[in-house]
């Protein structure tokens, strides 16, 4: 996956090595083969350590963001809008294209000073979840650390564009 160093593991196998990060929360990644390239996505639900949901996809031609934005826009509607969770990315811009940039975009019409908003439907969606639900908060993991549920969302995306 793009970026991606180190053996492919099955999200059954994820579960039996990793044991750290975050017991709670929903997860999220986006994988994808070449960029652009065939991609998947994965999100985790989890509460104390148990999965309470999980939804995966994948696309045969998309770019590894298009798969991240799309990960954190399934977390954000598998979420009830009165729930209060964290979502967690391991995708930097994906956290501040919501928290910091969106707001401004909006303000001045869905434009930015430099050019055009890239993957500018995706972001539009992904915003206006994240608005409609204001006890969530989206918060950035580093990826490929030990957390398991991470890692679980990771196995689930490049699972799903191996299989999809």
Not at 44 to 71: C, F, K, S, Y
Not at 81 to 110: F, M, N
Not at 136 to 143: E, N, S, T
Request: charged share 25%.
């Amino acid at each position: 996956m793009a970026g991606r160093q180190g053996a492919f593991l099955s999200p059954e196998e994820v579960l039996r090595r990793h044991t750290g990060g975050p017991r709670s929360g929903v997860f999220t990644d986006g994988s994808c083969e070449g960029n652009p390239g065939p991609g998947g996505w994965g999100v985790v639900w989890v509460e104390d350590d148990r999965i309470v949901r999980e939804a995966h996809g994948a696309d045969p031609q998309t770019t590894n963001n298009r798969m991240e934005l799309r990960a954190l826009i399934e977390a954000f509607k598998m979420l009830p809008p009165d729930q209060e969770a964290v979502v967690y990315s391991d995708s930097q811009l994906c956290v501040k294209t919501v928290t910091e940039w969106a707001p401004g975009w909006a303000a001045r019409g869905w434009r930015r000073k430099t050019g055009p908003i890239a993957n500018l439907e995706l972001v539009q969606e992904l915003y206006a979840l994240a608005r409609s639900r204001p006890k969530v908060r989206l918060q950035w993991i580093a990826a490929h650390d030990g957390s398991r549920w991470n890692e679980y969302a990771d196995a689930l995306a490049t699972t799903y564009l191996r299989e999809g």
